[in-house]
């Protein structure tokens, strides 16, 4: 199974930017899917991007234009480059792999967004 670490959170300026980073063990994590999903207080939990093992992509169409996931399979890390943010992006932020076999999610990084 995998484990997944997030990092790269905090408090940011409406229209600033920040940059996620979720580490993965394991020897298969080029196997995985991997997305970003985040929950803001009082909400369900949303995808915000996805990255198939292949490196094929998806967004929700709230942060399309301005929000990034990519993946680097030699370092097991996956990104979610976050650019002109606003108070409503504010949420925890999830890191999230799955493949045939396996199902993880991370403890999430809280993003915070001051207008």
């Known amino acids: 199974q995998v484990q997944l670490v997030e990092s790269g959170g905090g408090l940011v300026q409406a229209g600033g930017s920040l940059r996620l980073s979720c580490a993965a063990s394991?020897?298969?994590?080029?196997?995985?899917?991997m997305a970003w999903f985040r929950q803001a207080p009082g909400k369900q939990r949303e995808l915000v991007a996805a990255?198939?093992?292949?490196?094929?992509?998806n967004y929700a169409d709230s942060v399309k234009g301005r929000f990034t996931i990519s993946r680097d399979n030699a370092k097991n890390m996956v990104y979610l480059q976050m650019t002109s943010l606003k108070p409503e992006d504010a949420a925890l932020y999830y890191c999230?792999?799955?493949?045939?076999?396996?199902?993880?999610w991370g403890q999430g990084t809280q993003v915070t967004v001051s207008s």
């Open positions: 999230r792999g799955w493949s045939a076999w396996d199902n993880a």
């Open positions: 394991g020897r298969t994590f080029s196997s995985y899917a």
């Open positions: 990255i198939t093992s292949g490196g094929s992509t």
